[in-house]
C-alpha cells in the first residue's frame, strides 16, 4: 500500500488558480500510476486527470481539458494538479488515488489507493 495525502485545497473565487499537491509515502513512488478524481455534494466521484508512472501519457477529463495540468516529481514523491481558470462547477472534494500499474485508467475501481481529499471551493 502506498499512504496518500492530499493538501493545497481551498477557497478561491471564479477565475483563480489552485495548485493541490498529493504526497506518496511507503512504497516505491515510481511503481504507481497516479490519478486525481472529485466528488461534488450529492454526485458521484468523477475522474478529473491522470499521469504514467513515467510522468508520461496525461489524460483529462473533458471538463478539465485546457485549464488543469498534472504533473508528478519523482524525486519528491509527490503528484500535482494545476488547475487554472476555476469555476463554480469545480467546487468539490478533490482525492489523490495510485494504481500500481504502468498504465492508467479513468475509471475509480482501478486504483486502490486513495488520500482524504481536499476541498476546493470556487466562490462567484
Known amino acids: 500500500q502506498v499512504h496518500l495525502v492530499e493538501s493545497g485545497g481551498g477557497l478561491v473565487q471564479v477565475g483563480g488558480s489552485l495548485r493541490l499537491s498529493c504526497a506518496a509515502s511507503?512504497?516505491?513512488?515510481?511503481?504507481?500510476?497516479m490519478g486525481w478524481f472529485r466528488q461534488a455534494p450529492g454526485k458521484e466521484r468523477e475522474f478529473v486527470a491522470s499521469?504514467?508512472?513515467?510522468?508520461?501519457?496525461?489524460s483529462y477529463a473533458d471538463s478539465a481539458k485546457g485549464r488543469f495540468t498534472i504533473s508528478r516529481d519523482s524525486a519528491k514523491n509527490t503528484v500535482f494538479l494545476q488547475m487554472n481558470s476555476l469555476k463554480p462547477e469545480d467546487t468539490a472534494v478533490y482525492y489523490c488515488?495510485?494504481?500500481?500499474?504502468?498504465?492508467?485508467?479513468?475509471?475509480?475501481?482501478?486504483?486502490?489507493?486513495w488520500g482524504q481529499g481536499t476541498q476546493v471551493t470556487v466562490s462567484s
Open positions: 499521469i504514467g508512472r513515467a510522468g508520461g501519457s496525461p
Open positions: 488515488a495510485a494504481r500500481f500499474s504502468l498504465t492508467t485508467i479513468p475509471y475509480e475501481t482501478g486504483y486502490n489507493n
Open positions: 511507503g512504497r516505491t513512488f515510481s511503481n504507481y500510476a
